[in-house]
């Protein structure tokens, strides 16, 4: 099945002309995306990747994998943002948020090096206290502060628990093909390298070596992934026309509704397995279009739990919001709810009912409600969970996402904004060459 977007719970916010009059619009957006004549065109990779990836560098991936299910007890992802948040988001989707917990044949997955927490660190150090670990270090540019204070500590285990040689057997890095620091490094310790292509950014890695290789450690079939991708990238690089393309669509609507002040969009769940995904994609749109003054705010819940939370702010508060939400069909599991004949909860009524009915209609109840209350839902319709829908869904995303940056007017391929933070951190650190920054940061602040 292909991901479907009911229009229900929108199309009372939008008129069918205004979807006519979006068209060439998208249409333009469309073809600077498919020609490559739109800003950051050096950052396409991702477009033809489902298709075009490298077999050789997919072959080494799955042995690699193969390789560290047989040795480690523990698998530590270390990488920030686009580094670690798709792997996450996969393993979160297709298996568990507590696959770690699950009884199996797979090593445990941990994600470090994606912040600044003393706590963090010394937990996952005392978790890979006598087991076996492998690390799978992922940084495209090889310098990012957080994964390379990572890197250091968890080489430093390796090397101290299993020697220089052992420690080799032990250490995977996903880095630049050529440039940066980390591929010479890795290339004099002889680590096994995989490649983050020149052409693919960050956050839209998930399909490269930077997803594929912890996705595979965790038992995730990734041909299913690439073929779930390759199928939407057919659909979607087929035509521009909005009933046709519902990544056109999608993008569309969500540049319609901020037209109308409609300035955060909210992508909602309702399951937990859909955190991490909610995370990814907040990533993708934040970085993507998130600049020059402009931008959609995304933000994310999980339903019904953020129903007795934020839900309170969705249903009354500031009139800027829209929600996209993600309806996932076929859970692949039935849970019936018990009978109680205490009915101390008065909840007989539904004893014998699927739960997943009862999520489904939570989540009818809650549109209506929202709709009520003056915001506009997008739903999109994936078939299940599996290996095949999230790949549809990456590249829905992605593909919506850089024709809604283009309608925005923005380049969707790179993230200026991030380097002020870092500039900032160097300097107030001490680091050399930022001696008149740090002095001048100093002053400000009154130190
Ligand atoms: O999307 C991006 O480009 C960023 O989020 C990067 O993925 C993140 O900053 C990590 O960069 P690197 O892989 O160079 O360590």
Known sequence: MSIKINEKFVSGFIGADELKNIQPAADIAYDKLMSGSGAGNDFLGWRDLPECYDKEELVRIKAAAERIKKNADVLVVIGI????????????FIKSPLYNNLKKDTPDVYFAGNNISTTALTELLSICEGRDVCINVISKSGTTTEPAIAFRVFKKLLTDKYGVEGARERIFVTTDKCRGTLKQFSDEA?????????????RYSVLTAVGLL????????VDEMLRGARDARSEY????????????????LRNLLLGKGKSTEILVGYDPYLLMLNEWWKQLYGESEGKDNKGIFPASVIFSTDLHSLGQYIQDGQRNLFETVI????????????????????LNFISGKALDSVNSTAMLAT??????????????EIADKSA?????????FEFACAISGYILGVNPFDQPGVEAYKKNMFALLGKPGYENMKAALEE???K
Do not use: M, W
């Open 81 to 92: 943002g686009g580094s670690y948040l798709g792997a996450r988001a996969a393993i979160e």
């Open 190 to 202: 002889r680590y096994e390298t995989f490649v983050v292509p020149d052409d693919v950014g960050g």
């Open 214 to 221: 912890p996705i595979a450690c965790a038992g995730i079939d």
């Open 237 to 252: 690089t087929a035509s521009s026309a909005l009933e046709n393309n519902a990544a056109v669509k999608y993008a569309a």
């Open 327 to 346: 309806d996932v069909k076929d859970q692949g599991a039935e849970f019936l709810i018990p009978h109680d004949p205490a009915n101390v909860d008065g």
């Open 367 to 380: 549109l209506i409600a929202h709709n009520d209350g003056g915001v506009p839902n997008i739903v999109l």
């Open 388 to 396: 095949y829908s999230f790949g549809q869904l990456v590249y829905f």
């Open 444 to 446: 400000r602040i009154g």
